[in-house]
T-cell receptor, first 114, second 114 residues
Framework: AQSVTQLDSQVPVFEEAPVELRCNYSSSVSVYLFWYVQYPNQGLQLLLKYLSGSTLVKGINGFEAEFNKSQTSFHLRKPSVHISDTAEYFC????????????FGSGTRLSIRP | DAGVTQSPTHLIKTRGQQVTLRCSPKSGHDTVSWYQQALGQGPQFIFQYYEEEERQRGNFPDRFSGHQYPNYSSELNVNALLLGDSALYLCASSIRDRATNEQFFGPGTRLTVL
């Protein structure tokens, strides 16, 4: 079975500061890794995904994440955040399959202070 | 491309009632997955439909059932509603033969059970 742990339930940060949202996963088989963002009262939007290849993945809105197999981590980073980045961020995994269920972490609420 | 659409946006029911939620997948997608997102938590997989059959199921009771139509649209039915069924219900669509398992999410239906 797979599981995802998001180590911080809330992360407050000042505008234009860098941010890192931490994610660790557990799986006995190879997995795909995702980060989704959920703005207030909206559905989920895919930020980025790791399927294979380069361990540094770039996504939308200036976000990037690094896959670390030895530490089973997939932390999300942004060098300079904006007020508009205020949202809930979910790390997720699925097994190598074209139609596998996605397993989500409990989420990290990113709040940006002006 | 309209993306994934869900209806209704909001719904209020009382305990013991039954509810039907609807989802239209993104154009060209043939697989629909349903997730339940309780307040303050990450989404949890309910089940997945492909070729009008339930292909995978999460840890949800039989009160949760679904259907997929020939045009790939889908319904989620919940019988004998409980207060704990109050949540945001998310529909996600994907292409089964695409190995990346990228699922596109709709805006969700917020169900309140009183």
């Amino acid at each position: 079975a797979q599981s995802v742990t998001q180590l911080d339930s809330q992360v407050p940060v000042f505008e234009e500061a860098p941010v890192e949202l931490r994610c660790n996963y557990s799986s006995s088989v190879s997995v795909y890794l995702f980060w989704y963002v959920q703005y207030p009262n909206q559905g989920l939007q895919l930020l980025l995904k790791y399927l294979s290849g380069s361990t540094l993945v770039k996504g939308i809105n200036g976000f990037e994440a690094e896959f670390n197999k030895s530490q089973t981590s997939f932390h999300l980073r942004k060098p300079s955040v904006h007020i508009s980045d205020t949202a809930e961020y979910f790390c997720a995994v699925s097994v190598y399959s074209s139609a596998s269920k996605i397993i989500f972490g409990s989420g990290t609420r990113l709040s940006i202070r002006p | 491309d309209a993306g994934v659409t869900q209806s209704p946006t909001h719904l209020i029911k009382t305990r013991g009632q039954q509810v039907t939620l609807r989802c239209s997948p993104k154009s060209g997608h043939d697989t629909v997955s349903w997730y339940q997102q309780a307040l303050g938590q990450g989404p949890q997989f309910i089940f997945q439909y492909y070729e009008e059959e339930e292909r995978q199921r999460g840890n949800f009771p039989d009160r949760f059932s679904g259907h997929q139509y020939p045009n790939y649209s889908s319904e989620l039915n919940v019988n004998a509603l409980l207060l704990g069924d109050s949540a945001l219900y998310l529909c996600a669509s994907s292409i089964r033969d695409r190995a990346t398992n990228e699922q596109f999410f709709g805006p969700g239906t917020r169900l309140t059970v009183l």
